[in-house]
T-cell receptor, first 110, second 111 residues
């Protein structure tokens, strides 16, 4: 089983739509969780950390479910500029290393 | 603020040639540094990480090596490139508490 599993997509949604991505992780010792965004041919950029209580940043909401070992990202009111690949990331313990998912590709259509 | 630089941005090298990619970080001291590779259409593969000068941990056995000659400098090298070494090479530093921040990357094509 992969350490991090993501639906690769692609997800094609119209502008203004709400879209949700899930990601499952296999290591129950995982302590740190993140969502990164990667534009085509660019470096990944931190989108948001994921906290146990869930957290929101504008149109983006991240949730963590430790019992089922998955994290989710919800994007409301999608914009064309949200088109990118979204990477699910986790780290364990001191998080000296992070494990990256292969990403979910999102295209927001006009 | 912290910034991370990588060069060159793109590189085309023949099989069997040597490689040297450089990464430098500004605005932070004694950072944990990382080298990743991303093959076309694939996820990130951790190659090396370093917690300090001269300290290198290798994650994947291959014909690549890394060195950290200075606190904020991390170098990725190879003596002889293979076709399979083509990819997008990313350097990152570890922030606080645990997130990582990436440089702009080097796109390597081995021909």
């Amino acid at each position: 089983r992969k350490e991090v599993e993501q639906d690769p997509g692609p997800f094609n949604v119209p502008e203004g739509a709400t879209v949700a991505f899930n990601c499952t992780y296999s290591n129950s010792a995982s302590q740190s969780f993140f969502w990164y965004r990667q534009d085509c041919r660019k470096e990944p950029k931190l989108l948001m950390s994921v906290y146990s209580s869930g957290n929101e940043d504008g149109r983006f909401t991240a949730q963590l479910n430790r019992a089922s070992q998955y994290i989710s990202l919800l994007i409301r009111d999608s914009k064309l500029s949200d088109s990118a690949t979204y990477l699910c990331v986790w780290g364990s313990g001191s998080a000296r290393q992070l494990t990256f998912g292969s990403g979910t590709q999102l295209t927001v259509l006009p | 603020s912290q910034t991370i630089h990588q060069w060159p941005a793109t590189l085309v090298q023949p099989v069997g040639s040597p490689l040297s990619l450089e990464c430098t970080v500004e605005g932070t001291s004694n950072p944990n540094l990382y080298w990743y590779r991303q093959a076309a259409g694939r996820g990130l593969q951790l190659l090396f990480y370093s917690v300090g000068i001269g300290q290198i941990s290798s994650e994947v056995p291959q014909n690549l090596s890394a060195s950290r000659p200075q606190d904020r400098q991390f170098i990725l090298s190879s003596k002889k490139l293979l076709l399979s070494d083509s990819g997008f090479y990313l350097c990152a530093w570890k922030g606080s508490p645990n997130e990582q921040y990436f440089g702009p990357g080097t796109r390597l094509t081995v021909t």
